[in-house]
């Protein structure tokens, strides 16, 4: 067939089709449930488009002139690019990824997950005890001027529990970009091999552990534990998972098992982000407590404890039970 | 194009589930750069345009603006990929982040290769990434490595180029695609040169012109022009 055949027999099929993407490829919601009587049906575009890639081959294979080629191109990259678009997000999937996906992700990395939560409580724990029985070991781990603004921190004295100043909006917009940036940090120094990630947990466990053996230490106990236990739940689970997401990808670096290397990392890519996301949000939610509710001065110790306590258990069950039976367990 | 050897160039070609070839033009780290470094101007800016109205609000302002720079650092590139393929700095630059098969990037891939760019940062000014963009065929940093990504040069299409004479000749003979392309080139850059240089070139096709010098310019002109439908 020449050319010019070829043009006159599809050129009106292609003209509907651009059409189609201009008027009705950019916005799905909008156009939703109304017809264009000039244009061709929805359902009819991916045929369409299969269709127009099968004339581009032949257009190609037959040698017609770059312009042509170029043209089919163009319109069947515009069609490729709409028909495999990323899904607008949906709420009724957060809320799936959230409550089963999420506790999934962390349960399907459980080796990661407890190698990461042994390298960040067995420091804490070691350091605080460690600080209980010999106390002047704080000064190798901490300055004078960090052990000062701790002490004022937590001062029994204060009205403010936690913080030299601020009020509870300016700390919650403080805690969110200091915290989360750091659990996205952990889980990404990962990438170095699991390195980065391992640093991370063991600098955090042995800062924590001495802040909170030294105020336990020095009497400021407390006030201190009246402070920390509402968030730590959210707060310290999310450590260990961000940086179980950055153990499980150093890991494949190192030992991509059955796979490529670049296969092994973009799969543990994969999963890192979706754990990031449920770490976000768990910091996000810590950062709530951690400004409005843990500041609170005149809540008694046993106010915090209990819900605390209510607080843990909560999320332990969601990570334990989350997505138990779903459809997407495996 | 299919036709002859294989250039060497840094395009990346897929075929699409429909068995079409795409080609893909990777970017490499200085066109990056730019559009990273305008990036932050925009979010710079639009941090200090906003502070001073949200500082005015007092403390519930101040946390406001805290998290509105969370936002801007962590979501900003990861947003405005999924959605439109590009950040405000790449726009301007004309490049595209798509995945690997060249199908639009997801949300788990974006998110992955921006997270990644603290490490791709390390030890300072994004030393890691240029080595690593310096290393990969298609100049991908780590960031892109993990999340299965590439960077791509999306410029405006073309114009066609303008007509240089109002004749149209037919070529005596039925032209190659390379052949086509390298004639509308010719007819298309031809001007910018001088006239010496023009003949020049357009000598080597005399075989085809069926004259030399100037008349073989305009001839080679003409027949441009009935290649791309000026009949």
Redesign the interface.
Known sequence: MKQEQFVTRYQHEWQQFEQWLQRRGGHARSVRGTVDADLPGDETIPQRYRRLCQQLALARHRGYSPQLVERLQQLSQNGHNLLYRTPPPRWSRAVEFLFADFPLAVRSQAGAMWTALALFAVPLVGIFVLLQLKPDLVHMLLSTTQIAQMEKMYDPAADHLGRDSGTDWAMFGHYIMNNISIGLRTFASGLLAGIGTVLVLLFNGITIGAVAGHLQQAGFGEPFWRFVVGHAPFELTAIVIAGGAGLQLGLRLLAPGRMRRIDALIEGGRVGARLCLGVAFMLLVAAFIEAFWSSIAWVPMWGKLTVSGILWTLVILWLWRGGRGSAHAH | M?AGAPMLDTYREVI?P???P?QLPAAGPVPRALAWLIDLLVRFGVLMVMSPVLLALG??G??????L??LM??AYPIVLE?WFGQTLGKRVLGLRVVAND????????A??RN?????DA?PFGYAVGLISCLCDPYGRR?GD????SLVVHAPP?AA?PPARIETVLAPPVPL??GE??AL?AFADRAPALSGPRQNELADIASGLSQASGAAGVLRLYAMANW???RR
């Open positions: 299919p699409t429909e068995g079409v795409l403390d519930f101040q946390g406001l603006y805290l998290g720079m969370f650092f962590w999924v060249g199908a639009p990037l997801g949300w788990m891939p998110i992955v997270l990644l760019r603290t490490v390390l780590l490595l993990v999340a299965g299409r066609e190659q695609p086509q392309i509308i290649l791309l439908g």
